[in-house]
């Protein structure tokens, strides 16, 4: 186990799965862990059952929808306002919505939720990690970004057809897009970005939808699933082993290196959904 005090964690999707998993390995390590959830009660039933646990009670938290821009924006300015330093920056929060959905600010929610999200939270903190260096960001994807060929430019907010599994993929294949043009951007700051593929894990996972797919998922997964705790591991790795402190831009599974789909290092397609999504989020990244 590393020792990670006087290290600052910022942690989205932190109540449950693979998120709450690695808050509380991480703050076992002694980092102090801010976690970020939407529920107030259940996000502080969290962190009290992870200070208990862990007996380190520099565990706290931010509330926010994290489909919602002023959210986004309000978890990272308090997170400012509050900490001096972040040295890890891990971007977990994710869902799949059954059926199309459209946030207060009109984008499509799984492209708001999975991938703006990591964006404006990320983007409106670089000067904090570039500052904490040396910092790493640790983004969660998905091997479903091979389900789905080159982003669709043309129809990101998929109002010509919706399909909850391509859906899906698109966004997790953004989380590679994006890492991939955050790692190029951060070169020589000593702030590392690395995205991950946690596997098919038994966790809340698809059961925020109903009807077939709600039972589809709660069958499945736990005959199928890993635990929470091996779906973490890599994310913990990343986040904490010393092993992959100069590895940047890298997509990992299992604790491995790996080669993600060819989409995904299409590094002219990384910048293109940078700038468009800098435009939709109206936010101008801090430090780089």
Known sequence: MENMADNVVLITG????????????????????????RNPD????????????TGNQQVEMLLGDLSVVEDMRRVANQFRNRYDRLDVLANNAGAMFNERQVTPDGFEKTFALNHLSYFVITTMLLDMLRASAPARIVN???????????????????????NAWNV???????????TVELARRLEGTGVTANSFHPGFVNSGFGKNN???MRLAM???????????EQGAETLIYLASSPDVAQISGAYFVDKQTASP???ATDTAAARKLWDISESLAGVQSAGV
């Open 218 to 228: 709660q069958m499945i997964t736990p005959l199928f699933g890993r635990s929470p």
């Open 140 to 162: 969660t994807s998905s091997q479903a970004h091979r389900m789905t060929g080159e982003l669709h430019f043309d129809d990101l907010q998929h109002e010509h057809g919706y």
């Open 42 to 53: 259940k996000t502080e039933r969290v962190v009290k059952e992870i200070r208990q646990a």
């Open 14 to 37: 932190a109540t449950n799965g693979i998120g709450r998993v690695a808050a509380q390995s991480l703050a076992q390590m002694g980092a102090t862990v801010v976690i970020v959830g």
């Open 210 to 212: 109903g009807g077939l």
């Open 261 to 263: 789909s060819s989409t």
């Open 168 to 178: 899906y993929s698109q966004s997790k294949l953004m989380n590679i897009l994006f």
